[in-house]
Antibody, heavy 121, light 108 residues
Framework: EVQLVESGGGLIQPGGSLRLSCGVS????????MSWVRQAPGKGLEWVSV???????HYADSVKGRFTISRDTSKNTLYLQMNSLRAEDTAVYYC???????????????WGQGTTVTVSS | EIVLTQSPATLSLSPGERATLSCRAS??????LAWYQHKPGQSPRLLIH???NRATGIPARFSGSGSGTDFTLTISSLEPEDFAVYYC??????????FGQGTKVEIK
């Protein structure tokens, strides 16, 4: 069974840092595209970042320069390092497998349960 | 950045009725479009990928159509568990990927 489990969320002051983890079982983080998606309170889904199987990374403009996506293949775990946090980063953060096999896009087909980040003083 | 615009924002329907949700892209995304269902307190659920292909385990009452800039998600006969928020999402070209703002399907 494929399973993604996020952790690391919590209450953090503006300007602070937090690292989210996404433990993965049933698939390899090194062989898949993995994304982070967030949902702020009362808002819709927002794509945050992706790491390709080859290791290249991309970010939404709203987090570029502040967030870093990475993976540890030995632990089969995905990370999101969040620095210089702002109130508008308050959200539930989900990790997801982003399945793309050219020329077909199979969607974000496996999701974690989400972890909540609250940025407030 | 490709902007996805969903309409309507809210759809008020009764169980058994047909739901038609629209998603329009600001530029062509070919068929690199997916639809998700999202309920409060749950993770999003993939319904449709590649614009018109049902994901594994998705009931046949869900169907997707379109290509280029105009896409439609149809629920042929609403079941009680289908009342939720639905998002389209594109993955064309280079990131950023984007989601539409969502359509809430609520019980009339």
């Amino acid at each position: 069974e494929v399973q993604l489990v996020e952790s690391g969320g919590g209450l953090i002051q503006p300007g602070g840092s937090l690292r989210l983890s996404c433990g993965v079982s049933g698939l390899s983080v090194s062989n898949n595209f993995m994304s982070w998606v967030r949902q702020a309170p009362g808002k819709g889904l927002e794509w945050v970042s992706v790491i390709y199987s080859g290791g290249s990374t991309h970010y939404a403009d709203s987090v570029k320069g502040r967030f870093t996506i990475s993976r540890d293949t030995s632990k089969n775990t995905l990370y999101l390092q969040m620095n210089s946090l702002r109130a508008e980063d308050t959200a539930v953060y989900y990790c997801a497998r982003d399945k793309f096999q050219s020329p077909y896009y199979y969607g974000m087909d496996v999701w974690g349960q989400g972890t909540t980040v609250t940025v407030s003083s | 950045e490709i902007v996805l615009t969903q309409s309507p924002a809210t759809l008020s329907l009764s169980p058994g009725e047909r739901a038609t949700l629209s998603c329009r892209a600001s530029q062509s995304v070919s068929s690199f479009l997916a639809w998700y269902q999202h309920k409060p307190g749950q993770s999003p659920r993939l319904l449709i990928h590649d614009a018109s292909n049902r994901a594994t385990g998705i009931p046949a009452r869900f169907s997707g159509s379109g290509s280029g800039t105009d896409f439609t998600l149809t629920i042929s006969s609403l079941e009680p568990e289908d009342f939720a928020v639905y998002y389209c999402q594109q993955r064309a070209g280079w990131p950023p990927w984007t989601f539409g703002q969502g359509t809430k399907v609520e019980i009339k």
